[in-house]
């Protein structure tokens, strides 16, 4: 399966041109993050000097959405106090865990493959599948996700702005 056959979306692949965006320019794009959320955020970003290779659409177009930060082994680093509500999971018990802790037996096998391959080749996605919450309960979860590249153009993070649909 390709990346252009399927029900996964690549956005704006290609504008690598662009110039990188700093975090402090993004930042201040964010809407009501909670004070612990934006700490751990800016920590991440002094430490690893991130930029952006792709305009986030404003992030207005992300209101409501939780928002998950992972480092480059998709290790969870932070997440948004809101993830509670559509996972069942408080933010800290989601740290140190990768995001396919959330996936089962229902989660799309070839949602799984493209979410890979977008991350390997450091592209945005958006894609929706089916994720359990800490109860078993089944719900859709459509994730909207950038790579987040360091001063030398390394990728260091992903952002993931992640929303409940029904399923």
């Known amino acids: 399966m390709t990346l252009e056959n399927s029900q996964y979306t690549v956005i704006n692949s290609h504008i690598n041109s662009l110039p990188m965006l700093s975090w402090e320019l993004i930042k201040k794009l964010l809407w009501n ?3 612990e959320m934006l ?9 690893y000097n991130w930029h952006f290779n792709y305009f986030l659409d404003s992030y207005s177009h992300y209101k409501g959405y939780s928002i998950v930060i992972t480092d480059h082994n998709f290790k ?27 996936q089962g037996e229902k989660t799309d096998q ?9 991350t390997q ?11 359990y919450r800490k109860n078993g309960e089944l719900y859709g979860c459509e994730i909207i996700a950038f790579p987040i590249f360091n ?6 993070h992903f952002i993931a702005f992640e929303k409940e649909y029904f399923v």
């Open 76 to 102: 969870i680093q932070c997440c948004s106090e809101n993830i509670f509500k559509m996972t069942g999971y408080k933010s800290h018990e989601l740290t140190g865990h990768s995001p396919k802790l959330l």
């Open 110 to 118: 070839n949602s799984k493959r493209l979410i890979k391959k977008a």
């Open 151 to 156: 001063g030398t153009s390394k990728v260091s």
């Open 121 to 131: 080749d450091e592209l945005p996605f958006n894609t929706r599948l089916v994720n």
């Open 39 to 47: 700490e751990h955020m800016n920590h991440l970003a002094q430490e």
């Open 33 to 35: 993050l909670d004070k």
